[in-house]
C-alpha cells in the first residue's frame, strides 16, 4: 500500500512526488505552470474551452497576413515566472505529450532541454518535428544550441543517430518519416509522443524523440551534455487562416526540488519513521 502525506502543498508518497499531468481541462492551467519565452509574429497560444474531457492547448495561424509565427513557453511552477526559474529535472526522464496539426507543410514542434542559467537558455538540446502533410515525409532532428526565445533551430546531430521505424537518415541528419497525420480543427486526432533523456558518462547520453510508432535516438556528447535542464516546448507555423498546432496531457516527471522543499520532503521522512516506529 502506497502512503501519502500532503505538507504545505507538497504530496510525498513512499514512491516519491508525483509527476505533474496537464490535461488542460482546468481554467489557467497555462497560464498557472508554463512561462512565455518566445512569441513571435503575435501568435494566439490559448487553453480551449469545447466541454469536459475535450480541451486542449492551441496556438493558431494568424488570421490574415502572410507571417511565420512561433510561440516558446518552458514549464515553470513558480509564482513569478523568469527564465532562470523554470522547473528543473534530475537524472533520467521522460515528458509524454500528445500532439495534433493541420499547419502547412514546414510548419514545425519540439521539445527543449536547456540550461535555465545560461544566456536566453543558449545552452540546450533540442528535439523537433518538421511537419509536412504528406506521408512518410516529415522529419525528426535533434539538435544543440537552438534558441528557446526566437526561432534558431540550432545545429543538428548528423552522427550518433539511431531509428525505429524511423524511415532513412537524411545525410543532414534528419530522420524521414510518417509521424502522423493532418487532422481537422473540428475532429483532431491526436498523436502519442515523449521525449527521454538518460545522463551518462563517457559520451553515453542519449535523448530519444518519440512520435507515434517512430523513435529517433541520439548518442550525446559529453561536452553537449545538460545537467538539471529545464523543459520547453516551441511551436511553428506559417500562412495565415485558421490552421492550428494542439498538445494535450502534458505529463512531466519529478522536478528538482528547491533547497527549502528537500528540507520539506527530510520532516517529511522523518514524520514517516517516528509514525510507523509508534504503530
Not at 490574415?64 to 537524472?91: C, H, I, M, P, R
Amino acid at each position: 500500500m502506497r502512503t501519502v502525506f500532503t505538507i504545505l502543498g507538497v504530496v510525498v508518497g513512499s514512491q516519491g512526488a508525483f509527476a505533474a499531468v496537464y490535461d488542460f481541462e482546468t481554467a489557467n492551467q497555462f497560464s498557472d505552470s508554463f512561462h512565455t519565452l518566445a512569441s513571435v509574429n503575435s501568435p494566439t497560444t490559448a487553453q480551449t474551452s469545447n466541454g469536459a474531457a475535450n480541451d486542449y492547448l492551441r496556438m493558431a495561424q494568424r488570421p490574415s497576413g502572410n507571417f511565420q509565427v512561433t510561440s516558446a513557453f518552458a514549464y515553470n511552477t513558480s509564482a513569478t515566472k523568469t527564465l532562470a526559474n523554470s522547473d528543473t529535472f534530475g537524472g533520467a526522464f521522460t515528458v509524454d505529450f500528445k500532439v495534433s496539426s493541420n499547419t502547412p507543410g514546414g510548419s514545425g514542434f519540439g521539445l527543449f532541454l536547456f540550461d535555465p542559467t545560461s544566456s536566453n537558455g543558449s545552452n540546450n538540446l533540442y528535439a523537433w518535428v518538421q511537419f509536412n502533410q504528406s506521408s512518410e515525409n516529415d522529419r525528426i532532428r535533434i539538435a544543440r544550441d537552438a534558441s528557446p526565445t526566437s526561432t534558431g533551430n540550432g545545429t543538428t546531430y548528423t552522427t550518433g543517430l539511431t531509428g525505429t521505424n524511423a524511415g532513412f537518415l537524411d545525410a543532414s541528419g534528419y530522420h524521414q518519416v510518417n509521424a502522423f497525420s493532418s487532422t481537422s480543427n473540428s475532429s483532431p486526432v491526436f498523436t502519442n509522443g515523449s521525449i527521454t533523456y538518460t545522463p551518462g558518462t563517457g559520451d553515453t547520453t542519449t535523448l530519444a524523440f518519440t512520435l507515434g510508432a517512430a523513435t529517433v535516438t541520439a548518442v550525446i556528447p559529453d561536452t553537449d551534455v545538460i545537467s538539471n535542464p529545464a523543459i520547453a516546448f516551441r511551436l511553428n507555423t506559417y500562412g495565415n487562416g485558421t490552421a492550428e498546432w494542439r498538445l494535450d496531457d502534458i505529463a512531466f516527471p519529478n522536478a528538482v526540488p528547491e533547497p527549502a522543499s528537500m528540507g520539506l520532503l527530510a520532516l517529511a521522512g522523518t514524520a514517516l519513521l517516528a509514525r510507523r516506529r509508534h504503530v
